[in-house]
């Protein structure tokens, strides 16, 4: 166990948010009997190591969960708040989500409502008395089928305005990129709002749809390019301030969905310790922004883009240390290197990191994946080797086109990124087929993911205690 504390005590945030997280979340989202069974074994847990803090939490979250708790099965009215607009398109249509929180019977239920992408429809830019039929699609998933939309005066919503932005974020990259397929997929990495089927079923095929949600990949390149450019002309303090500026612009610019919001903190989080000058751990970060994300809305546990954000962030900062001993066997280092040689050194260590990356996610994300999907397609862990750094240089080429642009216009880059950005989709669109394979289940009991992830944490630990002991030694 002393393992154990000592990872804890290293990164004591991390634990803070698991336990809430569990508390708040077996009685909501478990069914008889593990909504029992895994408060009772991270209760042991905690006994065990002493730890109060996070035991405490663990039994706030059981009861904050209580006052939760609803079971509205019909509402004919209701008092909705939008929260995002989203576009949707069918085989038939082009339609729009509007996303928030509808109060019907007095209680609040998270809620949907749909609607035709028409001249004269609402807008979100404010709440409305809806009129119509509540329909429950699952546990804490309602749809809203408004006939009549009543808007609520004095009230406002960012919904509609960051639509719009996005809209004619749209309109312009259509306008620069001569492709149109080109500005759909950067149009949906920038957004994070896909319409283009096609892009949405090639790139799950490839199993490569964490690309074209808004995550710390799309933050980690936003803090990159502007960091190398504020750093040319400010001081540390300076260019940390604007840093934090240009994450929250564009932080209201894509909206708070479940994934956003983790990138959102850990790069808050960040970029005030490196301007506090009180940098922490990746594991703690992640788990302040757990800890916040479940006292926000502990509902927030059921949303896929949550579980697969976390989870994928947990294998990178956990398990990569263990692949990369692995991947150096494969792709030795060697030292004394001639002109040549250098060149084959910087090939391997990269491979011998995206290997470990890759190896590390999907170690901790297959059962999730198989469990949701029922499919996990071989092709990802070939395509995600290399597809994420060439996806990170057309964004960062794009940034630089959007700077450009804005400071001299005949200077943009735009026909490069428009060229470099046609030739990445092809490879998306044309994999090898002798390569596309599938491994298929057909169900995976949710009890064995927690049971999965605990036994892969306790053999991630003891190789990190071993580790730590070769590096004493």
């Not at 710390?216 to 002309?233: E, K, R, Y």
Request: proline residues 6%; contains cysteine; aromatic residues 16%.
């Amino acid at each position: 166990m002393s393992v154990h504390v000592r990872f804890w005590e290293k990164n004591p945030a991390l634990l803070y948010g698991i336990a809430l997280l569990i508390g708040s979340t077996s009685f909501l989202l478990w069914q008889n009997p593990w909504k029992f069974v895994w408060p009772i074994c991270l209760i042991i847990y905690l006994i065990c190591l002493k730890k109060w803090v996070p035991l405490s939490l663990l039994f706030a979250g059981i009861l904050y969960s209580q006052f939760l708790t609803t079971d509205v099965t019909s509402a004919d009215i209701g008092y909705f708040s939008p929260s995002t607009l989203k576009p949707h398109t069918s085989p038939f249509a082009k339609g729009l989500i509007y996303q928030g929180t509808l109060t019907a019977q007095g209680e609040r239920i998270p809620c949907s409502v749909s609607h035709p992408f028409v001249e004269g429809r609402p807008k979100a830019n404010c709440d409305y008395i809806l009129k119509g039929h509540l329909r429950k699609r699952g546990p804490y998933d309602y749809v809203f089928q408004a006939k009549e939309w009543t808007p609520v005066p004095k009230t406002w919503s960012l919904a509609e305005l960051r639509f719009e932005w996005k809209e004619r974020f749209r309109k312009f990259l259509e306008q620069h990129l001569h492709k149109p397929r080109v500005a759909a997929f950067l149009g949906s990495l920038v957004t994070g709002d896909v319409e283009d089927r096609s892009l949405r079923y090639e790139f799950g095929k490839l199993g490569l749809q964490h690309i074209l949600a808004i995550s710390g990949f799309h933050f980690a390149i936003l803090i990159a390019f502007c960091s190398f450019f504020l750093g040319l002309f400010l001081r540390h303090k300076q260019k940390y301030l604007l840093l934090l500026a240009a994450i929250n612009l564009y932080f209201l610019f894509v909206g708070s969905v479940p994934a956003v919001q983790r990138s959102y903190l850990t790069a808050l989080f960040f970029i005030l310790g490196k301007w506090l000058n009180r940098p922490s751990s990746g594991l703690n970060l992640l788990g302040a922004a757990l800890l916040i994300e479940v006292l926000i809305d502990p509902l927030v546990a059921k949303s896929i883009g949550f579980q697969l954000s976390f989870l994928s962030c947990v294998g990178i900062l956990l398990f990569r240390p263990l692949m990369l001993p692995i991947t150096t066997t494969i792709f030795p280092k060697h030292r004394n290197l001639n002109l040549i040689s250098q060149h084959g050194y910087l090939i391997t260590s990269f491979l011998r990191e995206a290997i470990a990356l890759t190896l590390s996610v999907n170690i901790a994300l297959l059962p999730l994946i198989l469990y949701h999907f029922h499919s996990f397609p071989l092709l990802g862990l070939l395509y995600n080797l290399f597809f994420p750094f060439l996806v990170s240089i057309v964004l960062f080429l794009l940034l630089l086109s959007l700077l450009l642009y804005f400071l001299f216009p005949p200077l943009s880059l735009f026909f490069l990124t428009d060229f470099l950005t046609a030739e990445l989709l092809d490879l998306s669109a044309y994999p090898p087929l002798f390569l596309d394979y599938s491994i298929r289940v057909s169900i995976v009991p949710a009890w064995f993911i927690p049971l999965y992830l605990a036994a892969l944490f306790a053999l991630a630990l003891r190789n990190h205690s071993s580790m730590d002991i070769e590096a004493t030694s």
